[in-house]
């Protein structure tokens, strides 16, 4: 509590004792299983649909980089993504100098199943060729 004074009590106490009874460790090997088979799931759909990109294993977060050799416009892109249901962040708001960049997508694996992102990465091949 003396080093944050912005969390309310009751929740720094909630998580104290979380902390004292849980197996932290247990809950960390477990969690990194479950995002690893997301992950996992997602770079798969991307072989599967869009061989064409480059994207590798995540070091750590919850997306994946998903590269093209094609320049392109990332915002007609993500419109025709959305109009069929899916979506993504632009790969130039994440580069310093987004103008030199080609085609670029940030893939969130953490809040959907593999079945689920088998299917958007389909949704999302169709938007790349429309």
Known sequence: HANDLQAGSLAQAV????LAHDDFDARLARARTFYATRA????????????????REP????SVL???DRKGDEGALLEAAI????????GRIFRTDPA???????????????RALDEAIRRLARAWGS
């Open 15 to 18: 998580l104290e004792e979380l």
């Open 83 to 90: 109009g069929l249901g899916v979506s993504f962040d632009p």
């Open 59 to 62: 070091e750590g977060g919850f």
């Open 66 to 68: 998903a590269e093209s």
């Open 100 to 114: 030199s960049a080609p085609l670029a997508m940030r893939l969130c694996f953490s809040a959907y199943g593999p």
């Open 40 to 55: 996992e799931a997602l770079l798969g759909a991307l072989h599967k649909w869009m061989p064409f990109l480059r994207a």
